[in-house]
């Protein structure tokens, strides 16, 4: 069965052990892990002595476990010192990840937009922009291979990798076994009249076994996001197409408040299983 998580950052706290406590008391068994639930900043520039261990324990002793640790930052900002100094806090977060007891670190692609790594510029388009994504992406798929970790792209509608096919391109232009999908409904769909159906299995088929995680999200008619259950996206058919695939990766929910934590549990074990 699919493990059933959710972004630990859902849980107010500034320690692992309280956030990963209220994770497991709302029902889930594994959580994507964000330093900001230490009381650091989520791309820190350094790592107190013991942090990956305090993670490691507090995972151990909840049960609770550590499927992936967030470190996105934008890989196409305009400026070249500012990804720079991204993909060094990037490293810093691949050496950390295996004694926090994960190997997948997950990544956004970036945007033009000098302010907001989560909104659209018409710039993403571009060649230009594309290039720069390549280019950052070697580097830091050579850095993962080296501290022996994944990396987990997602694909964002405000980013430049925007949907299933152009992850697909970016898998095949920076062929490492390094790189790999995590896959959110709510990312591909444009509004309530959108053919989910051809949506989920177009992303399916083409990242095939590279789909190591899949986020549970979800939108209202109008575009913003609502916790999973609670809007448009066609979890059945969703969860239907990674099953032809044979995805046994952890479905991991986020966009929710905590309050709602425990519903959404419920319903996504109503969907795929305990």
């Known amino acids: ?88 806090r990037l490293e810093l977060l691949l050496g950390a990840a295996r ?11 970036g945007t033009r937009d000098p302010d907001d790594q989560w909104r659209h510029h018409p710039d993403n388009d571009t060649p230009a922009a594309w290039a720069d994504l390549r280019t950052e992406m070697e580097k830091a798929a050579a850095l993962a291979a080296r501290h022996g970790a994944d990396l987990g792209i997602e694909p964002e509608h405000a980013n430049v990798v925007s949907t299933g096919p152009l992850a697909a391109r970016l898998l095949r232009e920076v062929p490492s076994p390094r790189l790999k999908i995590v896959l959110d409904p709510a990312n591909m769909i444009d509004g309530a009249g959108a053919d989910q159906d051809r949506i989920f299995a177009e992303a399916a088929d083409l990242l095939g076994d590279r789909i190591v995680m899949a986020h549970a999200k979800d939108r209202d008619a109008a575009g913003a996001v609502v916790a999973a259950g609670t809007g448009i996206v066609d979890f059945d058919t969703f969860f239907a197409r990674l099953g032809r695939i044979g995805f046994r990766g952890p479905v991991v929910t986020h966009g929710l408040r905590a309050t709602e934590a425990r519903a959404v549990a419920q319903f996504l074990r109503e969907k795929i299983g305990p």
Request: a positive charge; hydrophobic letters at 40%.
């Open 1 to 88: 069965m699919n493990p059933i998580g959710i972004f630990a950052k859902t849980f107010p706290g500034t320690t692992a052990e309280a956030v990963l406590t209220a994770a497991r008391d709302a029902g889930y068994g594994c959580v994507q892990f964000n330093l900001a639930c230490c009381g650091l900043p989520s791309m820190p520039d350094t790592l107190p002595p013991g942090t990956p261990a305090a993670v490691a324990r507090a995972s151990s002793g909840t049960g609770v476990a550590i499927a992936a640790l967030s470190g996105t930052y934008n890989m196409i900002h305009p400026d070249a010192a500012v990804r720079a100094q991204g993909l060094r």
């Open 99 to 109: 004694g926090m007891g994960t190997t997948l670190v997950t990544l956004c692609t």
